[in-house]
Nanobody, 123 residues
């Protein structure tokens, strides 16, 4: 089992950058694949990016490809989401999720979730 805590959210202007962090507590973090999802009020939680256990394999939603970068430091039990060129439509609560099952990018394929961090982007 793993516990996840997100941080790094905030209010920025369009075009700015933010780096989100997801710190995990628990054992064997390096055996978990991790993903970021985001949600706006009244809408479903959407996939943003995922990274495999070793950090080599990654996958991005089309809406963030080329602007966001997911990475991890297993020695620090941390996964990052670097968000560049932010747009007003990126405004959402961002959630970190983890699981040990084989690769997946759908919400139901992740068992462990953090409580989220708010990102607000003004035009």
């Amino acid at each position: 089992q793993v516990q996840l805590v997100e941080s790094g959210g905030g209010s920025v202007q369009a075009g700015d950058s933010l780096r989100l962090s997801c710190v995990a507590s628990g054992r064997s973090f390096s055996t978990y694949r991790v993903a970021w999802f985001r949600q706006v009020p009244g809408k479903e939680r959407d996939f943003v990016a995922a990274i495999a256990e070793g950090g080599v394999r990654t996958h991005y939603a089309d809406s963030v490809k080329g602007r966001f970068t997911i990475s991890r430091d297993n020695a620090k039990n941390t996964v990052y989401l670097l968000m560049n060129s932010l747009k007003p439509e990126d405004k959402a609560v961002y959630y970190c999720a983890a699981d040990t099952a084989p690769w997946g990018v759908r919400i139901y394929e992740y068992t462990y979730w953090g409580r989220g961090t708010q990102v607000t982007v003004s035009s």
